[in-house]
């Protein structure tokens, strides 16, 4: 039997090819279009007759290279990079569903694509029922004789749902859809989804495959037979990803696990000093046993990732205080940054949905989000403690 890589040699080494020149390092290929040694040659690669690149919008070796290495990470068959996490969501949309098809999606999904969901392909035809994540009677509810897509984020942000992906899987199989798993918050260092079951994993590379908030990006990873659909849209629409951003990601991918074992180590730190503050009525973290679903995240995620959250007795006016009060974390709506964030989810990222949407999501007007960043620990609780006080 041929040896195979283990993860982290496939982080460092997935995909890598080299120029005559020898580089050690991935170069990135800055360049619009390719040059053909012929008439025939260019008839043959246009033809499809003969493998060659053609034009940045179709093929580009360094993108090749963060795709190749993607999807040696995720254990998929083939990975579509995009220009962000929305035109991956977007690719796989429009690659997989035709007018009159139907979503079943978690409630508990990043906001933009709720809105891609309902204002945009509903336009032409797609309808998605929302459903809570971890209720699996509700799913099964939900689905319809139309349904061909389910879709899920899990942990959920900000709230740190848990969807049993498995029995997903399981699910999708037995009514003939797809399962996407939106993959971000836990990576392939983490957690996954493929090996699980799930059809289709979808990345923002914006988050922690960047990991220093440099560049927006994203993917798609799955099955040749899906992908192969994915990239003929991608290569017609045109959402697809620079080679330099290709090349941020690669950098990124290299120590994607070490830094994902670090922001779990200080989140769940982190959390489990929250839950002994009395200012504090309840922390968000998968990682806590407190967790009603501590186990599942157990089961399916390698560690609980770097973000959480916490609801402080004081509402929004306690919210906004420790907000204002933080001196070195970041106040912004990002995460999966080296830097630590934090973001009053209830009038920011969640501020267009209505407030009954809000109470059903659990976002409260005291709830805190904390993407944990790698300072010391001490100092990120130094900054909160402040707050907490004040
Ligand atoms: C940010 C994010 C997206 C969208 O990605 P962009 O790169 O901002 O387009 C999708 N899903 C999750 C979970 C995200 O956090």
Known sequence: MEHEFGFDTLAVRAGQRRTNEGEQGEPIFTTSSYVFQSAAEAAAVFAGEQLGNIYSRFTNPTVRTFEQRLAAM??????????????????????LLNA?????????????????FNDHLGRFGIETSYVAPG?????????QP?????????????????????????????????????NCFCTPALQLPLAMGADIVIHSATKYIDGQGRAIGGAVIGADEHMEKVYGFLRTAG???????????????????????????SALSLALW????????????????SHPQHELAKRQQRAFGGVLAFELQGGKEAAWRLVDSTKMISITANLGDTKTTITHPATTTHGRLTPDARTSAGISDGLI??????????DIKADIKRGLRS
């Open 239 to 265: 959402p697809s990803m620079s080679p330099f951003n290709a090349w941020i990601f690669l950098k990124g991918l290299e120590t994607l696990r070490l830094r994902m074992e670090a922001h779990s180590a």
């Open 274 to 289: 929250l839950e002994q503050q009395p200012q504090v009525k309840r922390v968000y973290y998968s990682g806590l046993t």
């Open 135 to 143: 209720d699996l009677d509700a799913w099964e509810h939900a689905i």
């Open 369 to 378: 989000r904390i993407a944990v960043g790698l300072e010391d620990l001490s």
């Open 146 to 182: 139309n349904t061909r897509l389910l879709f899920v984020e899990t942990p959920s942000n900000p709230m740190a749902e848990i969807a049993d992906i498995t029995a997903l899987a399981e699910l999708a199989r037995a009514h003939d859809c797809l399962l996407v798993v939106d």
């Open 100 to 116: 009159g098809e139907h979503i079943v999606s978690s409630r508990a999904i990043f906001g933009s694509i709720t809105v891609l």
């Open 74 to 95: 995720e254990g998929g068959e083939r990975c579509v990079a995009t220009a962000s996490g929305m035109a991956a969501i977007l690719s796989c949309c429009m690659a």
